[in-house]
């Protein structure tokens, strides 16, 4: 009983606030926090990392910004720490952080970090070069460099006894002469008692102490202290080179830079770099040398590996295991070093790899080896957190959101209303993630957003995924160009269907490659490539019977980008050609139901650019998007709204159109349309990337999307963010729709890339009403205009009633085509109306009104759907065109459990006094409000009855005219002024019939 007087005094303090559609909605996928919030760690960015061993992992790098000069706000600074779980930990706090790229990150047993890298300040203290910051992420103080390093810090090497060895590029440390290596004290001041003399020529940019105290150098010299040294030196522990060790004469090193130094046991060490030779042999990248720097032939890379296939980068030895871990952006390996055998890696195509990286992986860009044997892994644009056998471990999802947006990208909504994301455009080395939950190529999230571990991994390798559709319970048609899926080997199809719950393929083959499918209500499927337009059979094959349709004027020249289903089973298609099966369409044909080109849609000069996507209203009308601006010669700024003879509807009116180029776009069920792209404005209107219009063109001022989308870029708009875009829409089934596109928000609220829109409220109306006008008696009606009277559009709009949703509802003309009991009167107005205010509407729809007085939705069967509009208490009320319109007496609750309305019942209490006129037991709207202005006059100003008049001609009154009329009072088709069935007797009646200066007031605050 609480429980419900509370969800009652909710229902009173909400009701008559309308959920807007462009709202954002929260509630998907929450802990997205966008704002750029480590947007993407792609390589160029990440420079460093290093796992601690309480499992969090430093990341260094720096932020360039990108093409678009986004700026991560946690980034921006060059260091960051995670989580163990992948989120930025809020405790490591360097507030503006480093002021240039960080190289290199080094971990003090007291828990303090060395941090070197190219920058001169932290957090405006200036720290050229090297920096120590305590555990917490503040600059060390007692740590003093002076003026640092005249150049950048690659390693860093710590002694046992504190003091700290640099490697780099630079030739002074706090001003003193210092050539590319230098030994500092535990204080940061300059250890006089380590000098190597002329040092190096060129940059080192790897050390490693050995046990004796002696450092192995690395890089890319080729001299030490004047002495030939090429890319390999051993320096003593003074710093005086070690004329020993690769001696240049007998052992001549490797042929190719050193990258990493890793320290064996008894004197051995990892050498690992770009050679292909180490003294004068033919060498694997990754070399064990013994004490004197002899190569170890014990050891043991792997006979498939060549230093052409792998480059190694960095290395990790693992002494307890005898396990070299090595990596490159090429490829990582783990190998025993005995046997030969690849434990992991490229060449053996294991499991894990299959499994994990499905031949996306391209490469690792950096790596840190963690505690236990795991690994982290920065590869593509996000870090990956691998368990010690290489599997991938899901518990470290670090990012937010989408944390990339490919070259291309598409989305669909499987046969649960879950999104699926694809990368479009190639596999290789590009891959799919989602809030740091790895993905090769196509992600699947559960309908709230969340990430949905089930989905199959799927990798693609030289494939483009150009679309991809729900294909009937736990299916998915995923179309483009594959010569490889993995795991599951080649399979050279361009379509395939993907068994979501066991991740079973079915290849499909239609021919060549397919751009774009469109699923039938019949079943079949229509498909575009390149080559020709096809069909499926209801079970995937091609329907050999469908005609062919070729795009032209030759399949290099022909890209479709959009199908649409036309009544009757044909088709739209639209994309960039100019002629199909040899006739003139410029960038849109449409197909008959058996194929080949319909003669009867002639666009005759058609688009002047690419037409993107295509929408097809009920009543056959269709609106398309694109690059284009003319339609047959005439304006159609990147919008146009055409018949179904190919005409430009000349009621469609954008106004200036819309602002650079529109991608994608959706039919909410009322009729408006839905538009995304990278759109600034419409009709001189900012939208920012996203914007709902009526079915006449102009905007729908209902639909409330505050700011719009927006990019997280101040480096580039002076710290304001900038416009976003979206590059493609799904509406699930409540009216949600998902967008897709390049963001950090919406209206203000964080999200990368992937946002949800829409409150999903909806209320169903059970109502009927009689109208007087075609009133037969026993409660029911004529329905005496119908086809082809009766307009597809509704008619409020043009009429100029106030529109609060709504307002582009459009039916099928079968829709009129039904009889009996069903047949359609007409159009009907409904209101919702605030309960606490009733002269304030709140939500509108327009339906159909049945001859048995039932009012329904645009399919002429439904109940009447207020799409963004919450549960709650309303006032309703009807309207109609030429009568009176009336309203419950009270609110009533309305929810997605309709409650029966009757206003033609006289038990039905009703605002105002004699709202509604009574025939028996039957109630109906007054007849006679011609200039619908809420009140029946006679005679007088604004009166009813002359317009009736001037409709015939004005000066016989015998005359009549035909059509859909407001002066057609009775609405039988035909207005007439005297005679039988006359349209101006119902007014003089309900005034009253005999003092014509009587007015009958519409009862409506």
Known sequence: MITRTLFIAFVLATSGSRAQDGTFDPTFNPTDQGMARFDGVDESQIHCMLAQPDGKLLVGGWHDGGALAIEDPLFRGGILRLNADGSPDAGFAVGTGFDGPVEVIVLQPDGKILVGG????????????????????????????????????????????????LGGNFTTYNALPANRIVRLLSDGSYDPSFSAGLGFNDNVVALSLQVDGKVLAGGSFTMVHGIPKNYLARLNADGSPDLVFNDNTVQTGPNGAVTDIATGTAGTAFIAGVFTQFNGAISKPVVKVDGNGAPVSAFNMGESETALTFHAERVHYDQPTNVLTAWSYADLRKVDGSTGGTLHGWSSFNEWYYQLYCWSLGGVAKASVAPGGGMFVAVGNSILRLNSDLSHDGLFRPGSGLPDLPSGVCMALDDLGRPVIGHRNGAWPGFTAFNGAFHPNLV???????????FPKK???????????????????????????CPDGGIGAPMFLLKASTGSLTPVYPGADVHEVLRMTSGHTIYAGQTQVGRLLPDAIVDAAYLTTVLGPTPSEAIPQCLAAAPDGKAYVGGDFTMANGLTRNRIVRVLANGGVDPSFDPLAGFDNDVREI????????????????????????????????????????????????MCMLRYPDG??????AIPMYDGNVVNGIVCINADGSIDETFDQGEGFRLNNPTINGGTPGGGWVVDMEMQPDGKVVCLGEFHMYDGNGRNRVARIGSGASVLLMARVLLEGPYAGNGGMTASLGAPLIPLQEPYSALGYPRFGGGSESISPAVLLQQGPQAVVDWIRVELRNSNDPSEIVATRSGLLLANGSIVDTDGQSMLRFWGTPEGLYYVAVRYRNHLGAMTATPTYLGISPFQLDFGSTFLPLYGTDAMKVDGNDRMLWAGDVDHDGSLRYIGQDNDRDPILVAIGGSVPTSTVSGYKLEDVNLDGVVRYIGQDNDRDPILVNIGGSVPTNVRQEQLP
Request: contains cysteine.
């Open 118 to 165: 190219a920058f001169l300040n932290f957090n405006g203290t200036p720290r050229k070069g090297i920096a120590r910051l305590n555990a917490t992420g503040t600059l060390d103080a007692s740590f003093n460099v002076g003026t640092g390093t005249g150049g950048t810090v690659f390693e860093i090497a710590p002694q046992a006894d504190g003091r700290i060895l």
């Open 672 to 677: 408006r349309i839905l538009i995304g792209g």
């Open 459 to 485: 990798g693609y390798n030289h494939g483009i995924i150009r679309d991809i559709k729900a294909y009937g319970i736990d299916t998915l048609l995923v179309s483009g160009e594959f010569t490889f899926v």
């Open 444 to 454: 699947g999230l559960e309908y709230d957003g969340a990430y949905n571990a089930g």
């Open 615 to 662: 929408i097809v209203n009920p009543d056959g009308s269709i609106v398309c998007i694109g690059d284009f601006t003319t339609y047959r010669g005439s304006p159609a700024p990147h919008i146009a709204k055409l018949l179904p003879d190919a005409s430009m509807d000349p009621s469609f009116d954008p106004g200036t159109g819309i602002a650079n180029t529109p």
